[in-house]
């Protein structure tokens, strides 16, 4: 399930594709209909694993940088930011795919997540009202 997740695929069939573009996921999968997008929140997971990873990644490219060029620190930033970004945004999207494989893995059970409509345990619609 993790593999089909990283590679961009549906955990539960392992044919539909779960993003829409680079970044964005489907609602739901294209091929069985799994809702992928279950509740509110759901890409909060994935940003918390890219800022752990990061970190690491971070220091890691300095030290890199430090050890073995003679860059001045000024041009260490220039060259750092921007490999940064674009690691944060490849980790996103991997991290993503590898969350939908860890939330199908902790919901498994419930058939809730194969209808249509289904938001997730904890949203409610802004317009309910329970009396
Ligand atoms: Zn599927």
Redesign the pocket.
């Known amino acids: 399930m993790l593999r089909r997740g990283l590679l961009r695929r549906?955990p539960?069939?392992g044919?539909?594709r779960i993003f829409s573009s680079l970044f964005r996921l489907h609602r739901a999968?294209p091929?069985?209909g799994?809702v992928i997008e279950r509740e509110p929140g759901t890409v909060t997971g994935p940003m918390y694993l890219v800022s752990v990873l990061t970190l690491p990644f971070a220091a890691l490219l300095f030290a890199v940088f430090w050890l073995f060029t003679d860059w001045s620190p000024a041009v260490q930033v220039a060259v750092g930011i921007p490999v940064l970004i674009l690691f944060c945004a490849f980790a996103l999207v991997a991290a993503k795919g590898a969350w939908t494989a860890v939330e199908y893995f902790t919901d498994v059970r419930s058939g809730d997540a194969f209808r249509e409509g289904y938001r997730g345990r904890a949203f409610r619609s802004p317009d309910r009202r329970d009396s």
Do not use: T
């Open positions: 549906c539960v069939c044919e539909g999968c091929k069985c799994w």
